[in-house]
């Protein structure tokens, strides 16, 4: 079965950089899966920012973090990136990588299948 395993947060001053890793396995690279990343404070709703074909060139961001923030893969790897740049307190949250098999990139939790974890990353000002 698919899993996914996210690293690479941490606490950053505003203004600076984090790259997150997703770590997938139960795939094979002629298959195409949808990666997107999530994130979620306390309070808030769960939101979708960014998705990647792992087959496909297929890429959609959240107006929220386009410019700033930027989704890349690694397929031999089967590691799927996203490089935060600028960050800012309203940032900070947890942050989660999912994957579903069907066609089409999204960013509604709801439709995906396979999740990690989480990686928590703080920004302060």
């Known amino acids: 079965q698919v899993q996914l395993v996210e690293s690479g947060g941490g606490s950053v001053q505003a203004g600076g950089s984090l790259r997150l890793s997703c770590a997938g396995s139960g795939y094979t690279y002629n298959t195409d899966y949808r990666v997107t990343w999530f994130r979620q404070a306390p309070g808030k709703e769960r939101e979708g920012i960014a998705c990647i074909s792992t087959k496909y060139v297929s890429i959609i961001y959240a107006d929220s973090v386009k410019g700033r923030f930027t989704i890349s893969q690694d397929k031999g790897k089967k590691e799927v990136y996203l490089q935060m740049n600028n960050l800012m307190p309203e940032d900070t949250a947890m942050y989660y990588c999912?994957?579903?098999?069907?066609?089409?990139?999204?960013?509604?939790?709801?439709?995906?299948?396979?999740w990690g974890q989480g990686t928590q990353v703080t920004v302060s000002s």
């Open positions: 999912a994957a579903k098999s069907t066609t089409t990139c999204s960013l509604s939790p709801g439709v995906y299948r396979y």
